[in-house]
Each structure stands twice: as structure tokens, then as C-alpha cells.
């Protein structure tokens, strides 16, 4: 049984920052992608930035630089840095963790719970 468990997440003002933290626990030797995706209220679940395996990255066009994506202290581990936050970025945001390293939500085994983003003044 794998467990994906995030921390980090609140309330910020626009401009600010937050930092994610994602573990992946429970079967020891595997070796996964590591993505978050985020979902706000009538919209679907979108790929925000993800980490292969090896180390490389993607990031969503609209983190325009703004999110980093880096390994935590185990293979299975990430963190997201969320700087220059605007109101649109507003959503609960959620850890992933698979075996494909796509954008597609459908393709990722195991999931975080969510936590909340909120960007507001």
C-alpha cells in the first residue's frame, strides 16, 4: 500500500509565497514520477509541475517561471516553491505519484488527499 502525504499550503496575500511538500511511502525499491496538479472549483484537475524519476522536470505554461518543482530528502519526495502567488493560482492543490510521468491525471497510481492554496488580499 503506497501512501502520498502533503503538508504546506494556507492563506497568502498576492505576490507572496508557499512551499509544498509531498512524500510517497510503502513500497520500498519503486521509483516514481512525482507530480502536483491543482483543481479549483468547475474546472478539471491540470498538471502544475512534475518530476521523472531521473531528476528532470516539466512545468505548466502558466507557472511562468513563478514554481519550482525540486527532490525532497528520499527518492520519493518533492517539493513545490510557489513564489509571486496571484489569486488565480486559488485551488487545492494535490500530490501524485506513478509510474508514467504524463500530465494526465488519469496516469498517476496514487494521490494525496489535497491541500488548500488560498491567494487572496
Known amino acids: 500500500q503506497v501512501q502520498v502525504v502533503e503538508s504546506g499550503g494556507g492563506s497568502v496575500q498576492p505576490g507572496g509565497s508557499l512551499r509544498l511538500s509531498c512524500v510517497a511511502s510503502g513500497r520500498s525499491g519503486d521509483r516514481y514520477a512525482m507530480a502536483w496538479f491543482r483543481q479549483s472549483p468547475g474546472k478539471e484537475r491540470e498538471c502544475v509541475a512534475r518530476?521523472?524519476?531521473?531528476?528532470?522536470?516539466y512545468y505548466a505554461d502558466f507557472v511562468e517561471g513563478r514554481f519550482f518543482i525540486t527532490r525532497g530528502n528520499t527518492q520519493n519526495s518533492v517539493q513545490l516553491q510557489m513564489d509571486h502567488l496571484k489569486p488565480e493560482d486559488t485551488a487545492v492543490y494535490y500530490c501524485a505519484a506513478g509510474f508514467k510521468g504524463t500530465t494526465a491525471p488519469s496516469e498517476y497510481e496514487y494521490w494525496g488527499a489535497g491541500t488548500q492554496v488560498t491567494v487572496s488580499s
Open positions: 518530476m521523472w524519476s531521473g531528476g528532470s522536470t
